[in-house]
């Protein structure tokens, strides 16, 4: 596993902005600080500040990218990983939905508010220099919720700190299964709004972390 520059992490839990149903935590490099809330745009000038610094790990806890399968029975079947909960139903079909135009106001914030940015669809690619922002899946559920939106945020962020600690990643959840593709839904938005240019990003997953009970 390569090393890592240490980075900040920003975890926004999507829900309604009209019902208040959104909270969004962030932990700088260092893990010396750490800042809270629920209102987004209240976000968007910290995030600037870390990205002068150092990369940063940007989680949406709602299903990123969707599996292309050539079984049409197949189509909206659980993402290899993903157990009892998947992308499809319930609530993660909801609030996939409400995430579209969601995460494209938060890009956009981001891309007028930083001076510098460098938005990563492939873990692969991410060091956490200067600017890089990583875009992952956050995946809270069950006995790992907490009572709040926030505290589901602040629960995400903390565990994924514990990894910037010792300049690596958490592993994800997400695991192979042989002849699927992928549409990523976080690369369409970065391309709607000049955050990434490269088309290949579409095919790929994104990283999905979920911590990890004691």
Known sequence: MKKLHPYSICVIDIGSPKLGNIGWSLI??????????????????????????????????????????????????????????????????????????IMIYIFEKIIKSATKTEFIINSEHFSGVTGQTL?????????????????????????????????????????DEPGVRYFNLAAAALLQCGGIKNLDNLHIQSPIFQPKSN
């Open 135 to 175: 875009i992952f899946e956050a995946f809270v559920s069950g006995k790992d919720k907490g009572e709040s939106h926030i505290e589901d945020a602040q629960i995400m962020s903390r565990y994924c700190s514990q990894y910037s600690k010792i300049n690596s990643l958490p592993n994800t959840i997400l695991e």
């Open 28 to 101: 700088n490099k260092d893990g010396t600080n750490d800042w809270s809330g629920q209102e987004l745009d209240d976000l968007f000038p910290i995030i600037s500040n870390q990205l002068e610094t150092g990369g940063l790990l940007l989680g949406l806890e709602a299903p990123l990218f969707v599996p292309l399968r050539d079984d049409l029975i197949l189509a909206t079947k659980a993402r290899k990983g993903e157990e009892r909960r998947p992308w499809s139903a319930g609530a993660g079909a909801q609030v996939l939905a409400m995430n579209l135009p």
